[in-house]
């Protein structure tokens, strides 16, 4: 009989709908009924692609016995870390604090006043390599709860007292100058794999957002070790087993620096930022292999994200069938030579494993190899690659593929609306600017109550109860801003400064202006909060800054430029020090020191001339410069006010720190006023 999570909309509470644990949802009721019944809460955090999160529901929670202690001595209570990134943020803090690291399944034990006081991660089924069993460690929770309750209520104030402590307090410093971003760039260049790219060792996540700061860094500055890193590490992303080199799209990460075994689960944030970052590196340098690959990651996400009400889902499972139904990290995705013979035949399967990396040996497990590109010089004949390309992905199309989390996220088809909507209008390729506009209009239509408040989730048309967060307030009016420089309609506009408003009013300290992840009048947690810095994805106190930066500049609105620029005071203190982690902050500092510019293209729509000149406009490498695009009489965004036509004739308006040039009529011109 189907527990609780039966009525949830995300897929990863519905995947333990039929545990024989008697799970609750995170809810008032759940606590409500921890204090009645005198037993303390277990939180279990996941998400649906984790791998591990998969062991230990098949291990632990599908054991009937495990479930009857859980049953008979807790309150057990399941969160999709998707779904309340506030919850995990705060419990995730309480355990990196207490252990020293952190990770996923997450697995916490509180009291029915929600203070934890035991943390962990995986627990096993029975002992492991010094790690107790999930039994044992629920016995000693259980025996503590019964026999020490007071020393159990001790730990837990405590603990909640500590990180009481932990506010952040760098609104009020100075905004970022040179100086730190320069020193930024020195730390990441101190990080640098000059042999395999990307930063640190293994395993090795894509740094899209510090290689946005290096690409907005080099435009800016000239510095070409910058330019250089940043080219370097996309390529060597590319060619490895981290993309995927049939279909398109990126693994979460790489196991090991070389880039060459992922952890194979795709999600859409990495997706939608890597996108970005390709596409801008081909803005930058012209680059064949970026204009591919954000084109194929474009697509990927078309193809293989977008749900039916034109959203796009968050992730693609790591593990699938392996024919045999056994589910296998990388069953997907993975080749032996003998497969590829079975495919091709023998001469071309010789040629593909030259080509794509595939030895006898395997490069992943059991003589399997991740496809990759190893081979940087050589000549290949084109056709007979593209022809043993296209076969592999058909072949690859008959085994059982991976599961894949419809739910959609706010803040990450923000980012996929940003990438999609900039990539269509680089690339010539309308058929993106659509995909953009209808996630786009899925999150004004569901996603968007009447107050213009934002639901963090949906799934199937059917909108989630949880409130959105900083980051899809923040990544939301993102996209929203680069759809209305793409596409010249005001409406994104002003949806955009519905959003921030929301920001400015419910995330943000009137005194200090630091940010919060959560708004004034959400649920009370035993923290309220705050994480400015950058990992999988741009925190929202970056996001909200570079979207307040560039809703200024569209609009002129000064309230919303004073609050980015409190809110880089963050970067300052974070940037020389951990340049890896604020990656996007950084990003959004070389724009404001940049500007960021504003161009303004007057003329009539279907005009050559007004399209080439937008067309330049967009493809200017200023950092964080925006773009209106109109008619002379039009009143759809406020940069287009009074400029007007010189000579009847298309023109362009660059303006930046209250200062303008003279209009031009003459697309070079542009470029070079942008370039300068």
Request: net charge negative.
């Amino acid at each position: 009989m189907p527990n609780r999570l039966a009525h949830e909309t995300s897929p990863y509470l519905l995947q333990h709908a039929d545990n024989p644990v008697d799970w609750w949802p995170w809810s008032a009721d759940a606590f409500e009924e921890a204090r009645k019944s005198g037993k303390p809460v277990l939180l279990s955090v996941g998400y649906s692609s984790c791998h591990w999160c998969h062991v230990m529901a098949h291990e632990s929670f599908e054991d009937q016995e495990t479930a009857d202690y859980l049953n008979a001595h807790f309150v057990s209570v399941k969160v999709d870390r998707e779904e309340r990134p506030d919850v995990d943020a705060v419990y995730m803090e309480a355990v990196q604090a207490a252990t020293g690291q952190g990770g996923w399944p997450m697995t916490v034990f509180l009291t029915p006043d929600a203070e934890p006081f035991y943390f962990g991660t995986y627990f096993p089924p029975a002992p492991r390599q010094g790690s107790p069993s999930f039994r044992q460690v629920l016995e000693g929770v259980h025996s503590a709860w019964t026999d020490r309750r007071d020393e159990v209520a001790e730990v837990a104030e405590k603990i909640v007292r500590d990180l009481a402590g932990r506010e952040i307090a760098f609104g009020d410093t100075q905004v970022p100058g040179e100086e730190d971003l320069a020193g930024a760039l020195l730390g990441l260049t101190r990080d640098y794999d000059a042999g395999h790219g990307g930063f640190g060792g293994a395993p090795k996540f894509p740094p899209s957002m510090a290689i946005e700061f290096l690409l907005r860094h080099h435009a800016r500055t000239g510095a070409e070790g910058a330019l250089q890193m940043a080219a370097d590490t996309c390529e060597r992303m590319a060619r490895g087993g981290i993309y995927d080199q049939l279909a398109g799209g990126f693994a979460r990460y790489s196991v090991d620096r070389e880039w060459v075994v992922p952890h194979f689960e795709k999600m859409l944030y990495d997706n939608a930022l890597l996108c970005r970052v390709y596409a801008h590196l081909w803005r930058s340098t012209g680059s064949d292999l970026a204009r591919r690959v954000a084109l194929e990651t474009a697509d990927f996400m078309v193809r293989e994200l977008r749900t039916n009400e034109g959203g796009f889902a968050s992730a693609l499972d790591a593990d699938s069938d392996d024919g045999t139904g056994k589910h296998v990290e990388g069953a997907y995705y993975v080749w032996t030579p003998a497969q590829l013979r079975e495919v091709l035949g023998e001469q071309d399967a010789e040629l593909a494993a030259d080509y794509f990396g595939v030895t006898q040996e395997g490069t992943f497990e059991e003589g399997a190899s991740v496809l990759q590109l190893p081979q940087s010089e050589g000549v290949f004949d084109a056709e007979r690659i593209a022809s043993i390309r296209a076969r592999l992905l058909e072949a690859r199309g008959e085994r059982p593929a991976p599961g894949r989390d419809d739910k959609v996220v706010a803040a990450w088809n923000g980012l996929a609306v940003a990438a999609l909507a900039e990539t269509g209008a680089y690339f010539d390729r309308p058929d993106l600017i659509e995909a953009a506009l209808g996630a786009a209009d899925l999150l004004v239509r569901l996603h968007l109550d009447e107050h213009a408040r934002l639901a963090r989730t949906s799934k199937d048309g059917r909108v989630g109860a949880n409130a959105g967060v900083l980051e899809d307030y923040a990544d939301v009016s993102e996209g929203f801003l680069a759809l209305a420089s793409v596409t010249g309609e005001g409406v994104w506009l002003e949806f955009a400064g519905f959003l921030l408003d929301h920001v400015l009013v419910q995330f943000t300290d009137e005194e200090s202006g630091t940010l919060y992840d959560t708004a004034a009048d959400a649920e009370k947690l035993i923290r309220r909060p705050q994480d400015p810095t950058d990992n999988a994805t741009p925190s929202g106190w970056s996001a909200a800054a570079g979207a307040l930066l560039g809703y200024a500049a569209q609009t002129g609105a000064e309230p919303h430029r004073a609050a980015a620029e409190r809110a880089l005071g963050v970067v300052k203190a974070l940037g020389p020090r951990a340049p890896r982690f604020i990656g996007w902050g950084l990003a959004t500092a070389e724009a404001l020191l940049d500007g960021p510019r504003e161009v303004a293209v007057v003329g009539p729509v279907d005009d050559p001339a007004t399209k080439e000149l937008h067309r330049a406009a967009l493809l200017a490498t200023a950092p964080g410069a925006v773009v209106a695009v109109g008619a002379p009489d039009s009143d759809e965004l406020p940069l287009l006010a009074e400029r007007l036509l010189v000579s009847g004739e298309p023109t362009a308006y660059v303006c930046r720190n209250f200062t303008c040039d003279a209009p031009t009529t003459d697309v070079d011109r542009l470029r070079e006023a942008l370039k300068r």
